[in-house]
């Protein structure tokens, strides 16, 4: 939230610094009924029952000349991701993997760089320090970028913000918002956040000037699918 906001807010102070300014939040604190360990849950529950495929735009940060990390909304990247049962995939910036998870006695990992076509392919055995417990731990660490945003919704838990309703994909959600107006100028934060998983798949920042308006998103899931397959790619892995 405060990335977007320092993009949208410190334009329009530095124009309208003396103009009389109003912040609408609400005055109720949202009270949250999940977690990210909840949000975890419940997109494995439905990767296991008949697989999970996401797909994310992300805006790109960039560092202000006050030194403030913010968004530039005119940048950014894909990341994706897949899971059924045991199997994941994901793709970001700079590489691709696959993690096979299914053996009792190892993990297999699957991994090659952007643009490249050879896999590097690693079998890694279970022993009294690795278990499927810090495969998983592996896994969850690659794909930090991916449910840092759909995990954003949990920031909000005791704040005060507004709770509306509307739709992503097609996927029923809560809308929670803060708004602010300047003389003419209108700006409305937006986090869009799935009722049946607790994911938040959109954040936008809506602004409103000589009636003409803009929407800065500063990231969206593109796709939300509950139908996916995950097929590895026919290379023998090397032990570790």
């Known amino acids: 939230m405060k990335k977007i906001m320092v993009l949208v807010t410190a334009v329009f102070l530095a124009l309208f610094c003396t103009a009389c300014f109003s912040f609408d939040a609400g005055d109720e604190e949202l009270h949250l009924s999940y977690n990210e360990d909840d949000i975890r849950a419940n997109l494995k529950r439905i990767a296991d029952d008949g697989g999970l495929y996401i797909a994310m735009t992300v805006a790109e940060e960039k560092t202000n000349d006050d030194g403030e990390t913010e968004i530039d909304p005119e940048n950014s990247y894909a990341l994706y991701y897949g899971a059924n049962g045991d199997l994941y995939y994901y793709m970001d910036k700079q590489n691709e993997y696959f993690y096979d998870l299914t053996s009792e006695s190892s993990y297999v990992v699957y991994l090659r760089a952007i643009g490249q076509e050879e896999w590097e392919v690693q079998n890694n055995p279970y022993s009294d320090t690795a278990d499927k417990n810090t495969a998983l731990s592996e896994l969850n660490e690659v794909t930090s ?10 920031q909000f838990e ?14 029923d959600c809560d809308d929670y918002y803060v ?37 800065i998103v500063s ?15 026919q290379i023998q892995p090397t032990e570790k």
Do not use: W
């Open 145 to 154: 970028d991916l449910f840092k945003h759909l995990c954003e919704g949990t």
């Open 158 to 171: 005791g704040e005060k913000m507004k709770r509306s309703t509307g739709t992503v994909l097609e996927r």
């Open 179 to 215: 708004s602010m107006k300047f003389f003419g100028i209108g700006i409305s934060y937006n986090v869009y956040v799935d009722k049946a998983t607790g994911a938040c798949l959109k954040e936008t920042c809506d602004t409103s000037l000589n009636n003409e308006d803009t929407t």
């Open 219 to 233: 990231f969206q899931c593109t796709v939300f699918s509950e139908s996916y397959t995950v097929t590895l790619p």
